[in-house]
Nanobody, 124 residues
Framework: QLQLVESGGGLVQPGGSLRLSCAAS????????IGWFRQAPGKEREGISCISSRDGNTYYADSVKGRFTVSRDNAKNTVYLQMNSLRPEDTAVYYC?????????????????WGQGAQVTVSS
């Protein structure tokens, strides 16, 4: 069974850090570009980061640029999202998703596999 599993969410104070993990089972992550998305209550889902399969290039939405870093460990079949300087407006459910294209091409309908989501709450 092909699936993605996120972990590492939780409650953190403003200014704090969290690292989300996205582990794949049933397929090899390095053949996919991996996107990170988030959805806050009452808001639309937002694509925030992507790491391409072909060359490892990374992309970030303006809302997280300079604070979040995406990386991959192919040996562990896992992609990470390091989140620093967290703000209350970062509170959301975070999802990773796999796109079979070798390069990131936005945050549209090309993502085939999705994780179940990880709650991140930033609050004092």
């Amino acid at each position: 069974q092909l699936q993605l599993v996120e972990s590492g969410g939780g409650l953190v104070q403003p200014g704090g850090s969290l690292r989300l993990s996205c582990a794949a089972s049933g397929f090899t992550l390095d053949a996919y570009s991996i996107g990170w998305f988030r959805q806050a209550p009452g808001k639309e889902r937002e694509g925030i980061s992507c790491i391409s399969s072909r060359d490892g290039n990374t992309y970030y939405a303006d809302s997280v640029k300079g604070r979040f870093t995406v990386s991959r460990d192919n040996a562990k079949n896992t992609v990470y999202l390091q989140m620093n300087s967290l703000r209350p407006e970062d509170t959301a459910v975070y999802y990773c998703a796999a796109d079979p294209h070798i390069s990131c091409s936005g945050y549209g309908s090309t993502f085939d596999y999705w994780g179940q989501g990880a709650q991140v709450t930033v609050s004092s």
